[in-house]
């Protein structure tokens, strides 16, 4: 047994039972994935006068939500691994200082990609 000056230790059947959890859950986003491209897909197929523009926006914010949740899947692993509530402290600063700055950027990089399909639909549809 470490040293630990909590006094707390997080037991091995609970770690198990998160790992496992975290397993399904990660099986389970897959699926939701899989589903979520198909109907980006259909939306697609519908989407004409702006189809370029639209696909890129849809892909970027399915590659950021992608993204987002393997950066949560990965963070619960780490958790679940963690030995003392120091480190679990440690864990979820360093995770919400990294999903603060992701976010920002990405939604920046999502309203630049937003207000470019916007004008190139207005531009579409003002011109003779």
Excluded: H, W
């Amino acid at each position: 047994m470490t040293s630990n000056p909590t006094g707390m230790e997080i037991p091995a059947e609970m770690r198990a039972f998160a790992e496992k959890s975290v397993s399904e859950a990660r099986k389970a986003f897959e699926g939701y994935m899989d589903a979520a491209s198909k109907a980006l897909g259909s939306m697609e197929k519908s989407a004409e006068s702006v189809q370029a523009n639209t696909r890129e926006l849809g892909r970027k914010a399915m590659g950021f939500a992608e993204d987002n949740v393997n950066a949560s899947l990965d963070f619960i692993q780490k958790l679940v691994s963690a030995r003392d509530v120091q480190e679990v402290v440690r864990l979820q600063t360093e995770f919400a200082q990294a999903q603060m700055k992701n976010l920002a950027e990405q939604a920046k990089s999502l309203g630049t990609s937003a207000a470019e399909t916007g004008k190139s639909a207005f531009d579409k549809a003002t011109k003779p």
